[in-house]
T-cell receptor, first 116, second 113 residues
Framework: GAVVSQHPSWVICKSGTSVKIECRSL??????MFWYRQFPKQSLMLMAT?????????EQGVEKDKFLINHASLTLSTLTVTSAHPEDSSFYIC????????????FGSGTQLSVL | EDKVVQSPLSLVVHEGDTVTLNCSYE??????LLWYKQEKKAPTFLFML????IEKKSGRLSSILDKKELFSILNITATQTGDSAIYLC?????????????FGQGTTLQVKP
């Protein structure tokens, strides 16, 4: 099946620093990628929709200036958590659609962010 | 407000037991419902359901949708320790197959030897 690679798988950083997470579709082109966040014992919550070549669309309550999304190519989207704080500690996961059809949606392996 | 609710939130069974996981939804422009298994990291796709009353089956797992009562169930028969995972139910939002999903809280299943 299609592969979505996410890097890094885990990161620990100090409060106030910025962290960049990469999401790559390895064997297909993804015009749209999605970024989710998952707090412990909670479900995946959609943060934003990343569109290649245009600005991301953020869900209500997600600060676009804090969570910068760049989708510079058809195979790469990045999420930068700026000025991270302990409350940003979470599991971040991306997904990409192989084609039209949600059954063709593939998830990255996720990034566990811990902000000290 | 669109929402997806799963129950139970957690479940502990022994190998060989049969489990039924529930997912109810209230979503405008409903088109389909998906089940995923999340073991440690990336959710893996199990089923997509679009029509009421038609069971989808894969090995010991099966699922069915009731569009009148707005729910779906996921059955796992003869459970094994490898079935231990979080099972997520999700419904696509908006029109078109955009891949934008709303997830339930998940059911954490633990299968003991």
């Amino acid at each position: 099946g299609a592969v979505v690679s996410q890097h890094p798988s885990w990161v620990i950083c100090k409060s106030g620093t910025s962290v960049k997470i990469e999401c790559r579709s390895l064997d297909f082109q993804a015009t749209t990628m999605f970024w989710y966040r998952q707090f412990p014992k909670q479900s995946l919550m959609l943060m934003a929709t990343s569109n290649e070549g245009s600005k991301a669309t953020y869900e209500q309550g997600v600060e676009k200036d804090k969570f910068l999304i760049n989708h510079a190519s058809l195979t790469l989207s990045t999420l930068t958590v700026t000025s991270a704080h302990p409350e940003d500690s979470s599991f971040y996961i991306c997904s990409a659609t192989l084609s039209t059809g949600v059954e063709k949606l593939f998830f990255g392996s996720g990034t566990q962010l811990s902000v000290l | 407000e669109d929402k997806v609710v799963q129950s139970p939130l957690s479940l502990v069974v022994h190998e060989g037991d049969t489990v039924t996981l529930n997912c109810s939804y209230e979503v405008t422009n409903f088109r389909s419902l998906l089940w995923y298994k999340q073991e440690k990291k990336a959710p893996t796709f199990l089923f997509m359901l679009t029509s009421s009353g038609i069971e989808k089956k894969s090995g010991r797992l099966s699922s069915i949708l009731d569009k009148k009562e707005l729910f779906s169930i996921l059955n796992i028969t003869a459970t094994q320790t490898g079935d231990s995972a979080i099972y997520l139910c999700a419904v696509p939002l908006g029109s078109g197959n955009t891949g934008k999903l709303i997830f339930g809280q998940g059911t954490t299943l633990q299968v003991k030897p």
